[in-house]
């Protein structure tokens, strides 16, 4: 007698492979409808990020130039070092404000050993993002505790740029706090 193509064994490999297709295509159509009803964030957030710092001050010297809110101040009495601050805090601090230190025409083994001396200090520290690229190193410590809505990090990044090094520095500020350094930060522009 002549058996069927449809044995028993075929039958439950075309259902597992039916399936298994038959998932694969829901999936599909819930990622494609999710993506569908998400709002396209870079253009909102470029339009918003541009609007925030539209009244932001300039702050310029004859070796860098970067922007500020309104609401802080620059001091820049102590050569090769500026601090930014909050208007409402009476003295500028190493500990919640941005600390930039710039040091012109530095012996070319001053980057590299600012660079060894940052990465030992906290490459064993477990909550400690040690990011390394060509020219710069970034460092961020946190958050300090578990609730990372109310958590502080701190933030520490030196970079080489032609003629000189910089050392960026901020802490005790929560992961909003970080991200408005950040864009403070990523104003900066040393000048020739």
Known sequence: MRKGYFTP?????????????????????????????????????????????????????????????????????????????????????????ITIRYFLEPDPSDFEDAKKSLISEFEKNPIAKIEVEQGSVKVTVGPYSNDEKNSLYQKIIIKQYEGLFVSIQYGNVDSEQMAFYDKIVSTIKFLD
């Open 9 to 97: 064994p075929v039958l439950i490999i075309l259902a597992v492979i039916i399936f298994a297709v038959a998932i694969l295509i829901a999936i599909n159509t819930d990622l494609v409808k999710r993506i569908k009803n998400e709002p396209l964030p870079d253009a909102e957030q470029s339009i918003q990020i541009t609007d925030q710092m539209a009244d932001w001050r300039t702050y310029s010297n004859s070796d860098v130039q970067f922007k500020y809110p309104q609401n802080y101040e620059v001091r820049d009495d102590i050569e090769g070092y500026l601090y930014i601050y909050r208007k409402d805090t009476k003295v500028p601090s190493v500990r919640d404000d």
